[in-house]
């Protein structure tokens, strides 16, 4: 194994793992929110205690993401030194800024939320669960405009063989950035509504706290009907288009196009075959990839045969499913919320035991889907470290062996696995038992 | 701007040791001085609201230093790879086992993580203070700006050292201590009691081998980087920094022994801050010293950022920091005074 691939799966393994538990924290940070605010304006000690069984698990949730978030920074520099080395005037800037206006935010009043409750007012209670919501969202924005940077390099001046800074607010305001964002956010939001309402669906299977259950439900279904819808159409389909109009290359592979074609059709079930540049087995429909970039059924859409081959998406089938399971998945979330919102409606929804069983069985999907969501994005961008600017080859760091880097990657998994195991374990236990532990007043939540 | 800068980063610095510094330092204690569960639980709760706050400033320092000094960054980082790694998993295994023991009770697992946590915040204080101490000493840079360094090689802090020499040993030992003092001092603030008084004792010793470490350290930055002094001597008002450090000390001595447990805490900040402020003046302007030829040290001038990104970066940092003193001084007051050892 040469070192640029070890410093590659250093960061890609790192970097997924820790991404299970932020996409978490900030869907269910929305969601602790709406908790409060119901519990705020009809003054309802079960809304309230709902509230703060959420936060018990939003707690932990927050822990395993502080302690795998802290090594993404320095990864930057451990791993990927020539690339901070010539790029650190620019992302250096939003990393920082994360530190600086979400993490601040965050930590503080996480804090007060989980063990101030009997120091402070219900609104001030309020206002921290709103502080910890945004500090999370804002966290995510700036780890965004960092990858946008990346993935379309905007507001920069290249001086002494440095990237810097030309214009921070276009810095800040990348069109890909924003995009993604929503896209990204959305996602996070999905997770968090397939969580709660897969608890939800638990307890009234169980037959155990209905009242938590229907609660769960009600919140987890209502919000995650509209996450599933919004994460396809608007910002999923303008995303994609983006993508297909600045990065051709990635567009073709995820959608495994080696010939340009004119009403392209879209594949959506077969396995690439890198050998004789076709799909085996395809089930296809035909015009509506062409449709979907273009708003046409007849326009041409880029190949891979059309683009050099130094300049194709390495890993090229991995990108292709990646995308896959993405866009089927989505599709999947916006069937069964559509089918339990409207059950929700009918009053149905709590005696279903089909479609309870149906959530319960999905919650990890989304978790699948937005892993999925990001290997497309990431891989994508590949043979690219920073699009089209500086090539991946040319960003590790090359003083690190790669015995060295295969060390600490096989610490990290060794860590990562004990530490999944353990997580599982916590979030099963509060499950169990968490609502016990919460009463109709808030109190010290975090059993100390 | 690059001196602006260098001390913005250095401030990040010592806000990270000053408040890290003594959740580490109870970290160490909890082991030593709570005698029952619920004396542990009145010693973690004292730490518990605030301590990945603290983290926070590792981050973002961290960050402040990616942006206003790339090259250091990048050569720092990846040179110090292998130290810097075992700091990620320690990191990890201090939070967790922190977070794992707030929720579960289960007899014998409880005292294994105990036992981890305060064995990483140890195994932290001393890699914190080994860290520095290799940056003080300097490390074999490359013409490219880049070096590697092996854990360890013969002990000796020459032209080809290890992380690990007598020197940076002497510097890991020295922030231990210090950190442990540190959060001695905290606890006497924090809890009541028994357990009070036993913070209160155990400040003693703690204080005179750290007086001795203070003193030794000294010593042995002037012999292994005589450099150090260059500054002083052109400004001798600088020499005011040792100064302080000397009069914290007794601060701290003095107010530990009339029972002003806020106070000797302070002294305890305001010694912390002197010992760094003290080591970046000796290093200024030079950000990485080589120790082969010290035409090749990292200096200030060499890492800087662009000029437009550091107007920019100072902008929103001043703006962003002063809303991040602000929530911190928010949630100390919320949780100002003792944490009961009776749970609430």
Known sequence: MTAELIHRLHFAFTVTFHYLFPQLTMGLGLLIVVLKTVALRNGSPMWDRAAQFWGRIFGINFVFGVVTGIPMEFEFGTNWAQFSRVSGGVIGQPLAMEGVFSFFLESAFLGLFLYGGSRLSKKMHWFSAVMVWLGSWISGFFIIVTDAWMQHPVAYNFVNGHYEVASFWKLLLNPWGLLQYVHNMTGATVTGCFVMSAVGAFYLLEGRNPDFGRIFLKVGVVTGLIASIVIIFPTGDLHGRYVAKHQPAAMAGMEGLYHTEKGAAIVLIGQPNPETGQIDNPIRIGNVLSFLIYGTTTAEVTGLDQIPRDQWPTTLPLLYYAYHIMAGLGTWFVLLMVVCAFLLWRGKLYGARWALWALLLSFPLPYIANTAGWMTAEIGRQPWLIYGLMRTSEGYSSMVSAGNGLFTLIGFMGLYALLGLLFTVLIYREISHGLDAVKSEPVHTAGM | ?344
């Open chain 2, 1 to 344: 701007m690059g001196f602006i800068w260098f001390w913005l980063v250095a401030v990040m610095i010592v806000g990270y040791v000053v408040l890290d510094g003594f959740d580490l330092g109870v970290g160490v204690l909890h082991l030593f001085l709570a005698r029952d569960e619920a004396e542990r639980r009145a010693t973690l709760r004292s730490i518990g609201p605030v301590w990945d706050g603290n983290e926070v400033w590792l981050l973002a320092g961290g960050g402040t230093l990616y942006f206003a000094f790339p090259l250091l960054y990048a050569s720092a980082f990846s040179g110090f790879y292998l130290p810097l790694m075992i700091v990620l998993w320690l990191l990890i295994v201090r939070g967790v086992s922190l977070e794992l023991r707030n929720h579960l009770d289960m007899g014998v697992w409880q005292t294994l993580l105990d036992r981890l946590f305060g064995i990483a915040s140890a195994l932290l204080a001393v890699f914190f203070g080994a860290a520095l101490a290799n940056v003080i000493r300097g490390v074999p840079l490359k013409a490219d700006g880049y070096f590697f360094l092996p854990l360890w090689t013969n002990w000796k802090p020459g032209a080809m050292p290890g992380i690990l020499d007598w020197y940076t040993v002497i510097g890991g030992v020295l922030a231990l201590v210090a950190l442990t003092l540190h959060g001695a001092l905290w606890l006497t603030i924090k809890v009541s009691g028994e357990l009070e008084e036993r913070a209160r004792r155990v400040v003693r010793p703690l204080w005179m081998g750290l007086c001795e470490l203070t003193l030794v350290s000294l010593a042995a930055t002037i012999a292994v980087r005589p450099q150090t002094l260059d500054n002083y001597y052109r400004y001798p008002f600088t020499f005011v920094v040792p100064a302080a450090v000397l009069a914290s000390l007794a601060g701290i001595w003095i107010w530990n022994a009339k029972g002003q447990a806020l106070k000797a805490f302070l002294s305890s900040c305001v010694f912390l801050f002197f010992m760094l402020a003290g080591a970046c003046w000796g290093l200024y302007p030079t950000l990485l010293p080589a120790s082969t030829n010290s035409g090749l040290d990292i200096t200030m001038d060499r890492a800087l950022s662009g000029p437009h990104t550091l107007r920019v970066g100072l902008a929103w940092w001043v703006f962003g920091m002063a809303l991040a003193i602000g929530y911190v001084v928010f949630v100390y007051s919320r949780f100002r005074g003792k944490a009961d050892v009776n749970g609430h």
